[in-house]
C-alpha cells in the first residue's frame, strides 16, 4: 500500500526511477510495523533538480521513538548458522539511498531519504514546497 502510494505519487510528478523507491519504502514501512508503530506516515516531496542531478525527498514517520543508528551494519552469520532475516533493510536503505537520516519528532521519529534519479526524465515545473502525505494506521 505505502510502495504503491509512493510510486503513483513520485511518477505522477515526473520521477522515472521507481525501482529504489519502491524497495526503501518497504523497508521503512515495514520497520515502522515490526517496532509496533500505531500508525506511520509517508510523505512525499515534489521531485527537484540541481546542477548535480534529480532527487526526490520523501520520510516516514511513525510515533515509535527508538531511534535506529545510521551506521548500522549488516552481520554475518557464523559459520554454519542460517543468516538474520533481520537487519538488512537500514544498510539497503543506505545503499540505495542519496542520503538517509533519522530525525526524533514530538511522539516519535521520521526517517528522511533523499534519492538520486538514476535515469534522467524530463524536469516538469519542481516545486519543493508541495507535500502529498498518506497514513496508514
Given at each position: 500500500?505505502?510502495?504503491?502510494?509512493a510510486?503513483?505519487?513520485?511518477?505522477?510528478?515526473?520521477?522515472?526511477?521507481d525501482?529504489?523507491?519502491?524497495?526503501?519504502?518497504?523497508?521503512?514501512?515495514?520497520?515502522?510495523?515490526?517496532?509496533?508503530?500505531?500508525?506511520?506516515?509517508?510523505?512525499?516531496?515534489?521531485?527537484?533538480?540541481?546542477?548535480?542531478g534529480?532527487?526526490?525527498?520523501?520520510?516516514?514517520?511513525?510515533?515509535?521513538?527508538?531511534?535506529?543508528?545510521?551506521?548500522?551494519?549488516?552481520?554475518?552469520?557464523?559459520?554454519?548458522?542460517?543468516?538474520?532475516?533481520?537487519?538488512?533493510?537500514?544498510?539497503?536503505?543506505?545503499?540505495?539511498?542519496?542520503?538517509?537520516?533519522?530525525?526524533?519528532?514530538?511522539?516519535?521519529?521520521?526517517?528522511?531519504?533523499?534519492?538520486?534519479?538514476?535515469?534522467?526524465?524530463?524536469?516538469?515545473?519542481?516545486?519543493?514546497?508541495?507535500?502529498?502525505?498518506?497514513?496508514?494506521?
Amino acid at each position: 500500500m505505502a510502495r504503491d502510494f509512493a510510486v503513483d505519487v513520485a511518477l505522477s510528478n515526473g520521477w522515472s526511477d521507481d525501482f529504489a523507491l519502491r524497495l526503501v519504502v518497504s523497508e521503512l514501512a515495514t520497520n515502522a510495523v515490526q517496532a509496533k508503530a500505531s500508525r506511520f506516515t509517508l510523505t512525499i516531496f515534489e521531485p527537484y533538480e540541481d546542477e548535480t542531478g534529480r532527487y526526490l525527498l520523501f520520510e516516514v514517520a511513525d510515533d515509535c521513538s527508538d531511534i535506529p543508528a545510521q551506521e548500522q551494519a549488516m552481520s554475518k552469520p557464523a559459520e554454519g548458522e542460517v543468516p538474520s532475516e533481520n537487519g538488512r533493510g537500514l544498510p539497503l536503505v543506505a545503499t540505495l539511498s542519496e542520503e538517509w537520516h533519522p530525525e526524533k519528532r514530538k511522539g516519535g521519529k521520521a526517517i528522511c531519504v533523499t534519492l538520486k534519479e538514476e535515469r534522467h526524465a524530463p524536469a516538469r515545473g519542481c516545486n519543493p514546497s508541495v507535500r502529498l502525505t498518506q497514513s496508514v494506521a
